[in-house]
């Protein structure tokens, strides 16, 4: 990509942005999707919408981006105020991008690629301002449930903001839309159709503060039930996220990566029985829920030994939002759904940020032998702590270093009423 400028600002994606001699070009498209990239004099290099520290290839049957590609300086990011409205982008033509009235009164939100926070930097306050404003262009915009913007996309756009694992500060991010084999669509009065994208991919990628190489973390963001073909299917939705590997992103969108981006994502797609052995993955390709920024997988290390499918012991509800002293007044209900008596002597349950709770240490002898149809209450949860604005919670039992037997996640709306259970029990 050439060098272009607004004032004295380079707008657009830099390649080399990371440092260290790394060079991480835009993706290349297969045949699939050639077709469709918008091409045109006004684009730099005829297919870049160039922006302050991003860029944009739109997609133009679809009316949207096929990716937005960022680079995210943490050092140099503000708090500037947010500008209000969204503007077409004359570069691109009305015709290539979804306006307001696709967003307006129903409950698709425009969600920022590009997000705004993460772009807002500069050497100025102004510069930073400046960027700001530039990620309120309709093709920086994307059909996203307001459930799945304001949440799960958030939480994951957070973990992009506070990344801490990262040498000098600087991030590349690569963001899109995929359209699954049976997308919604959405007619405002008057106007032709659009599809709902089905969910939504992030590649991260950075400068890793202990090896000083590339690392990369890449995300599936689900906002449909794609494998749902009855006639409730477009009333359904999971918000699931989940760590992915490179290459299931590249069948999905028709995107190529570049190899060395491609080559330290530590997930695997493809068969392999030594690393399955060594590192404990269950399947291939690797797709492993995300919900909390520690469960995020590094390179080489071991995967959760999952028992879900064997198991018949569930998480069935928890306090998490008490009145009064919430560390004494939090807790978690486990029920045993199987035929027979379980044994919890030895088992374990975890909220992902902070030490596992052994439940010999709250539960007395006799609780400990759950019969079928049972349940018990875990309380106090200590060190265990049970987050308003959403977590995870994961039962392990005793074998080895403890199989996760369940794991449910819960979020922000889902505790806003202070003594509110919140339940997990949806199983037969």
């Known amino acids: 990509m050439s060098e272009i400028y607004k004032g004295n600002i380079m707008a657009g994606y830099n390649p080399d942005f990371l ?27 005829d297919i870049f ?30 708090n500037v105020p947010r500008k209000r409205g969204w503007d077409i982008d004359t570069r ?27 772009l807002a930097w500069g050497k100025t306050e102004r510069e930073a301002k400046r960027a700001s404003d530039d990620t309120f262009y309709y093709p920086n915009a994307a059909l996203q449930h307001e459930n799945f913007n304001q949440d ?28 699954g084999d049976f997308p919604r669509t959405i007619t405002p009065p008057g106007r032709e159709s659009a599809l709902i994208p089905s ?35 477009n009333k359904l939705f999971n918000f699931q996220t989940y760590q992915v590997t490179i290459t299931e992103i590249e069948r999905l969108t028709g995107l190529e990566f570049d190899d060395e981006i491609y080559e330290k ?18 399947q291939f390709p690797e797709r492993i829920e995300v919900d909390a920024p520690a469960e995020m997988i590094a390179k080489g290390e071991l995967r959760d030994s999952v028992a879900v499918d064997n198991a018949a012991i569930f998480i069935a509800a928890a306090m998490v939002n ?19 008596p379980v044994n919890l002597e030895g088992w374990t349950l975890s909220d992902t940020k902070h030490e596992s709770l052994q439940l010999n240490s709250i539960l007395k002898e006799q609780q400990r032998i759950l019969q079928p149809g049972e349940a018990v209450r875990i309380q106090p949860l200590n060190p265990v702590m ?20 369940d794991r449910v996640n819960y979020t922000a709306k889902d505790v806003e009423r202070e003594d509110f259970t919140v339940r997990f029990l949806r199983r037969g």
């Not at 939504?200 to 190489?213: T, W």
């Not at 919670?393 to 270093?401: E, H, P, R, T």
Request: charged letters at 25%; aromatic letters at 10%; glycine letters at 6%.
């Open 19 to 45: 440092g260290n001699g790394i060079n991480l070009p835009v993706p290349s498209f297969a045949p699939s999707i050639a077709g469709d990239v918008l091409r045109s004099s006004l684009l730099e290099d």
């Open 49 to 78: 919408a160039s922006y302050i520290n991003y860029s944009i290839i739109t997609n133009r049957i679809r009316r949207s981006t096929i990716v937005t590609c960022a680079n995210i300086d943490q050092n140099l990011i503000k």
């Open 92 to 118: 691109i033509g009305a015709d290539f991008q979804l306006d307001n009235d696709y967003y307006r009164n129903n409950p698709w939100d425009r969600g920022h690629l590009a997000r705004r926070g993460s």
């Open 152 to 179: 799960e996309w958030l939480a994951l756009e957070n973990w992009v903001f506070d990344l801490d694992l990262d040498s000098n500060g600087k991030i590349t991010v690569f963001t899109g839309p995929v359209y």
């Open 199 to 233: 969910a939504f991919f992030k590649v991260v990628c950075f400068v890793n503060k202990d090896s000083n190489e590339l690392d990369v973390r890449a995300f599936l963001m689900f906002q449909d039930e794609e494998a749902l073909r009855d006639k409730e299917g």
């Open 265 to 282: 994502n530590p997930l695997l797609f493809n068969e392999n029985p030594e690393k399955r052995e060594a590192l404990h993955i269950a």
């Open 322 to 340: 008490p009145s009064g002293d919430e560390r004494e007044s939090e807790w978690v209900s486990v029920i045993n759904l199987s035929s027979e």
């Open 386 to 405: 049970l987050s308003n604005r959403g977590g995870v919670i994961s039962l392990y039992d005793n074998q080895g270093k403890g199989r996760r037997i």
